[in-house]
């Protein structure tokens, strides 16, 4: 992939040389993960499968509808797996696929950044 630039001719005209015409792999990839508490919750599952009411509440900060909306999302894009547990009363359990288990490298690196950070 070309790197995008821009350029100014003669008479101070820009324009821009390879622009991105859809969306590049960096923001594919955000689009999956980096949604509000997604990889709070792939990093929650990743020593195994996890009830959803202590998902919710390791989630201090989150409310179950969002978590409950995140994980939705998250299992059509093929993150996270559901589980019924029991119809009566109702218990699921998640877990983290293999798709979601190779964004584990990622979450990784961006937890140290934002630790030597202090973000």
Request: hydrophobic content about 40%; proline content about 4%; overall charge positive.
């Given at each position: 992939m070309?790197?995008?630039?821009?350029?100014?001719?003669?008479?101070?005209?820009?324009?821009?040389l390879?622009?991105?015409?859809?969306?590049?792999?960096i923001e594919r990839?955000?689009?999956i993960?980096?949604?509000k508490?997604?990889?709070?919750?792939?990093?929650?599952l990743?020593?195994?499968?996890?009830?959803?009411?202590?998902?919710?509440?390791?989630?201090g900060?989150a409310?179950?509808k969002?978590?409950?909306?995140?994980?939705?999302?998250?299992e059509e894009?093929?993150?996270v797996?559901?589980?019924?547990?029991s119809?009566?009363?109702?218990?699921v359990?998640?877990?983290?696929?293999?798709?979601?288990?190779?964004s584990?490298?990622?979450?990784?690196?961006?937890k140290?950044?934002?630790?030597?950070?202090?973000?």
């Amino acid at each position: 992939m070309t790197q995008a630039r821009v350029t100014q001719d003669q008479q101070g005209r820009k324009q821009a040389l390879a622009p991105c015409l859809e969306p590049c792999p960096i923001e594919r990839g955000m689009r999956i993960i980096g949604g509000k508490w997604k990889g709070s919750i792939l990093w929650h599952l990743k020593e195994g499968p996890v009830r959803f009411n202590d998902l919710a509440r390791i989630l201090g900060g989150a409310s179950k509808k969002m978590v409950n909306q995140r994980l939705k999302e998250m299992e059509e894009q093929g993150l996270v797996r559901r589980q019924v547990l029991s119809d009566r009363p109702i218990a699921v359990a998640y877990e983290i696929t293999e798709f979601g288990r190779s964004s584990l490298a990622v979450l990784e690196q961006l937890k140290s950044w934002a630790e030597a950070h202090g973000i």
